[in-house]
Structure formats: C-alpha cells, structure tokens
C-alpha cells in the first residue's frame, strides 16, 4: 500500500511525475489518500484507494487561546507589543524558498498569491508573522512591497534551516498569536497547517487543494485567486463585523476536526481497510 504524500493529479496532461506514478501503481495493491479531491481523482481512473486524511497531535495543537493572554504570547516570541496593536496578525509558517536556490519562490506553495493577497491590503490594518526556516523570498517581497511583518527568528542570507527551525511545541502558541492563516499553496496532500490552525480555532483562508475542503467552510476555501483577494480584503476592512460571523464557523470547523481525526476515528478506518485489503485481489 501506498499513500500519497503529495497530491498526484492525474488529469492534469502535464504533471511531472505520472510516469513516475505508474510505475508505482503497478506494484501497489491500494493506495491511501489523505483527501476526498484526491481519492474522486483516483475514482474516476480506476485506481482502487482508501480514505485516511493525515492527522495532527490534537493535544498539542488545541486552543490556546483560553489559557494565555496575547500579551504573554508576544513576550515569548520577543514580538514588541507595539508591533501589532489594533492590528490583524495574519499567519504562515510553510517554507515558500527552494533549499537549492533561496531567492527562488517553491511553486508548491504558492508565495507569489500570498504577496499579491497581502499587496491590495490597508498596511494600518495588519501585519504578517512568519515562522520557520527559508522564508527567503517572502519577505524579500514584504520589503519590496512595504508589506508590514514581523518574522519570528533571525533573518539571514544563507540556508537558515538549522537557525530558524522551531520545535513543534512552540507551533500551537504561534498560531494562538492569529486572527488569520492564510493557505496560498497550488498543490498539496495536505497542508497540515489546515488540521492545525483549525484544531488550535485559528480562523484559516485556502486555496482549493489537498484536504482544504474537507475541513474549512467552503466559503473560504478559493479557486479563484480575485476571490480571494477580495474576500481577505473585506475582512480586514471590516473585521468588527465580520469578527462574530465567523467565531461560529471557527467552532463548526473544530468540531469537524476532532470528529474525523479523532484516535478512534483514525483507528477505526485504518482497522477497515486492514480488513478490507487482506481480502482484496488486485
């Protein structure tokens, strides 16, 4: 059995890797997917699959918010509280620079949309967190642009895996820091950050890929990059209006979360297709 990792689109005539994939599937009895998207892909070719989304230490990434004050959260970052003061923080934390070519963008996760997301913006309304290591060209475009940021680590010219790696433990708190995540990647099995942002009521925007749909309101998940940008654009314009809406879909989408990637319910679908593929004939 095989899972994909990454997201194997077969009805795209140029994906890079389908030779690759066949290869593979010739070998494979079943594969496992981590999202509906991929696995109507796999439907539609005949390739035989199984659910399982990937899953998250939901008792680390669970609301923070309760438990400490903002104040405390930018104290342990070393964040100026002037920094973000009537301000949105908008969050992302993947790595958006190649390790083979630092000022090169990684096409996977799309840095250029969160640029253009964050150009059209009001720069007295928020400000950008970064997290991790080889965040490189993202905020090489946030100076270009006068994009307003604060990037948790030391910047650097060089490689900065090493330097500016957090430990996962630190990730629940940084998320607890948001009013928004923003998900701008053009291909994915994942993210992860979706599981997490949503386990920790973190509200989070997507682009339409991996498992985005299968976990974050439909309303806010995108196709459409203009609307995208409009719909961000509204929020933090009127984010006191907008603020009450969507505490609602923030504890739907919660509920969703511990409900399908639950121990039991992980354990559960992996015990079925156990049973299943044992007595299944390729």
């Known amino acids: 059995m095989v899972t994909t990792s990454n997201f194997v689109n077969l009805d795209d005539e140029n ?9 593979v599937d010739k070998i494979a009895k079943a594969w ?18 199984y659910y399982q989304p990937f899953t998250i230490d939901i008792n680390l990434f669970s609301p923070l918010k309760e438990r400490y004050s903002k104040k405390e959260l930018l104290h342990q ?15 992302s934390f993947q790595r958006d620079s190649l390790g083979s070519n630092l000022k090169k963008p990684k096409w996977q996760k799309g840095p250029e949309l969160l640029i253009q997301l964050l150009k059209g913006l009001p720069r007295d309304k928020f400000i950008l967190l ?14 270009k642009y006068n994009i307003p ?3 948790v680590g030391k910047e ?43 386990a920790s009521k973190t509200f989070i925007m997507s682009t339409d890929v991996g498992l985005s749909k ?63 593929i044992l007595n299944y004939k390729k």
């Not at 994906?15 to 290869?23: A, C, E, S």
């Not at 970064?130 to 100076?143: D, E, N, W």
């Not at 996962?168 to 994942?190: N, R």
């Open 149 to 151: 940021y604060f990037f």
């Open 15 to 23: 994906y890079i890797l389908k030779d690759t994939f066949h290869k």
């Open 214 to 276: 299968d976990f974050i309101d439909n309303k806010f998940v995108f196709s459409d990059s203009i609307e995208y940008k409009n719909t961000l654009f509204a929020l933090v314009k009127n984010d006191d209006s907008y603020r009450a809406s969507y505490k609602e879909i923030i504890e739907e989408q919660y509920k969703k979360v511990i409900k399908i990637i639950g121990n039991e319910a992980m354990d559960c679908r992996l015990f079925e297709i156990y049973r299943e």
């Open 32 to 49: 496992i997917v981590p999202s509906t998207k991929q696995k109507d892909i796999f439907d539609k070719h005949g390739i035989h699959s």
């Open 130 to 143: 970064l997290a991790g290591p080889r965040r490189h060209f993202v905020i090489s475009q946030c100076k």
């Open 77 to 91: 970052f070393n964040i100026p509280e002037d920094v973000v003061i009537n301000k949105l923080i908008i969050g």
């Open 156 to 198: 650097s010219l060089e490689d900065d895996v090493k330097q500016n790696s957090l430990e996962i433990t630190q990730m629940p708190k940084l998320y607890a820091l948001l009013d928004i995540y923003l998900v701008t990647s053009s291909s994915e099995g994942g993210p992860k950050a979706v599981l997490e942002s949503i």
